[in-house]
């Protein structure tokens, strides 16, 4: 398959267990907010296997962190008006690069990507590629046709394989391997519905959060309290749950500053910002949680 790496096709048979079915009520309503990193080392680790009932452990590799990943509405991301037809994003945003945002039509019948690389290097779909049906079953294949920017192609997707998934960032059941003849595969965490492993070609990429936390829905946690907003010179923060970090984001997905978070009260330093609007995004124990301030 089109990958940077070669791997070996691995699998070891479990318990039995009921084979998961994805499904569009398994998405988290409020959307997820997970780490992103790419592989940089596959070690002695093989290719994850078609099958049922299987173990892939990739506990040996070595990954490299990459940014971070809002499963969301597309109406919460800065680039949304261009994409009316779409209602969920992927909004990555990579460490020292900036946004890389997917944007997606979801609905009953399945997940079809309308653009991705928005803002600075844009396919858009004038026929839209889906990556999942829906409802799909172990076994279960369908045919896309589409037509992009500077792409085409008629993949058949096929959810080849189900089990349990092993990496540096945890053990997770209940997981789908979906793959096309193109040699793209998707490993999907089915309660909720969220990618975990996406193999595009080029790079493998795998997306949680440490072994010591859980999945963040977003929503679950209240935002951060931030005061006097607008702002002049100093940010008060409030609402941190443990320590963590905090960035500062322009409307663009640009990272302009960072600094620890602790519990309590915090100032952050604003003096310099030009006036307009920001995103402050803070991870800690209770997540990865945002909140808009104005700059005056």
């Known amino acids: 398959m089109r990958s940077i790496i070669t791997l070996l096709s691995f699998g070891?048979?479990?318990a039995l267990t009921a084979q998961p079915t994805l499904l569009q009520s398994n998405i988290a309503t409020g959307g997820l907010a997970l780490d992103m990193y790419v592989l940089s080392d596959p070690g002695d680790a093989e290719y994850?296997?078609?099958g049922t009932d299987l173990t892939w452990d990739l506990s040996g590799i070595t990954l490299a962190e990459l940014g971070?990943?809002?499963f969301v509405p597309a109406s919460s991301t800065p680039y949304a008006a261009s994409y009316p037809a779409a209602n969920w994003a992927w909004a990555q945003n990579v460490t020292g690069v900036g946004p890389d945002v997917i944007y997606l039509d979801i609905s009953a019948t399945?997940?079809?990507?309308l653009a991705r690389g928005v803002p600075s290097n844009v396919v858009s779909y004038s026929d839209p590629t889906r990556i999942v049906e829906f409802p799909m079953d172990y076994g279960d294949s369908f045919v896309d046709s589409y037509t992009g920017t500077g792409v085409n192609g008629t993949p058949t997707w096929t959810y080849s394989g189900y089990g349990t998934l092993i990496t540096?960032?945890?053990t997770t059941a209940n997981v789908a391997k979906v793959m096309n003849d193109e040699g793209d595969?998707?490993?999907w965490n089915t309660a909720p519905l969220y990618p975990l492993v996406i193999d595009n070609g080029e790079f493998i990429l795998f997306y949680g959060l440490d072994p010591n936390n859980s999945v963040q829905e977003v929503g679950a946690e209240a935002a951060p309290t931030v005061y006097p907003n607008p702002a002049e010179n100093t940010l008060w923060m409030d609402g941190t749950v443990g320590t963590g970090?905090?960035?500062?984001?322009?409307t663009q997905g640009r990272q302009l500053r960072t600094g620890r978070s602790t519990p309590g009260v915090q100032a952050l330093d604003v003096n310099g910002l030009a006036t307009g609007s920001y995103l402050l995004v803070l991870r800690d124990g209770a997540g990865h949680r945002t909140v808009r301030f104005t700059k005056q």
């Open 12 to 14: 070891s048979v479990l």
């Open 48 to 50: 994850p296997a078609d």
């Open 68 to 70: 971070t990943l809002s």
């Open 110 to 113: 399945g997940i079809e990507v």
């Open 168 to 170: 540096p960032l945890g």
């Open 185 to 187: 595969m998707m490993l």
């Open 245 to 250: 970090s905090w960035s500062i984001m322009d």
